[in-house]
């Protein structure tokens, strides 16, 4: 869909771009084109497409022969896919924040809407197992899922969402790809599923020690497990978990990697079972 075909689409449906949606619509066909001829997606591959729009990707992904689900939010949206891919797609008219599909997706695609990007980002990962999720996002949130231990863009989301995934950026897009212009560039990121995921008493022993680090930026982390109001383990087993776990506790939590949250997360674990 090229600029002049999206403005049509707007004025045909009575529809305006709504920014409190993130409503930002590609309109740049070889990205698409590009993005449908990725790895995963083919003939007969179940996709979810969150935010779908007017379609930019939903046309490509059908054009591959994807079995595609689309969740859109907005109902003149909907009211348009339906008229326009009613019959080759199922569409949900729904936040996708709100509801559960069934389980069943290969691939997910979305362009994300940036306002709730991290909230769909940790749904996909904690209530659904799709192996596979290419995803756009701004970019500065691209930089800080991928950041180092010791980078300014290193926080609890960086290091909660590597419990699940492996994450790739593959390419940035300039802003005039979509109507309207947004002010910053997005980029394009895969999302791969992680084989090793630990039991959920670790996952949550983990969410609870990244907080805890997180919430005492700049604290040593033995202090910051000691006194956080995420998992508050007292100064003695707190200093104990950073020893068995071969971590200096006067290390602050932005400085350590992820094997390291996972070594504390499994220390912690045991010690509120
Ligand atoms: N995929 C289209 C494209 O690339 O042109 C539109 C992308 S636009 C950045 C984000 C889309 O997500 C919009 O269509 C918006 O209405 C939709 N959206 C926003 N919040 C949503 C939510 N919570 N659940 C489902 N869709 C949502």
Known sequence: MNKKELQSALASSHLHPNKRLGQH????????????SLDGIGNGVKILEIGPGFGALTAHLIAKGARVAAVEIDAGLCHFLESRYGGSIEIHHADFLKIQLPDDFSVCVSNLPYYCASEILFKLAERYSVPLVYAMVQKEMASRLEALPGSWQYGAMTVSLRLYFDITRLFDIPPKSF????????SFLKLERKHDVPDATIVGAFHKVVKSAFWG????????LARSPHCPLGKDAAHAICVEAGIDSSARGEELDFDAYLRLARLVAENIK
Do not use: H, M, Q
């Open 25 to 36: 619509f590609l309109i740049n066909d070889d990205i698409a084109g590009r993005i449908a």
């Open 179 to 186: 109507y309207p212009e947004p002010d910053v560039y997005s």
């Open 217 to 224: 930026r700049r604290k040593p982390i033995a202090s910051a």
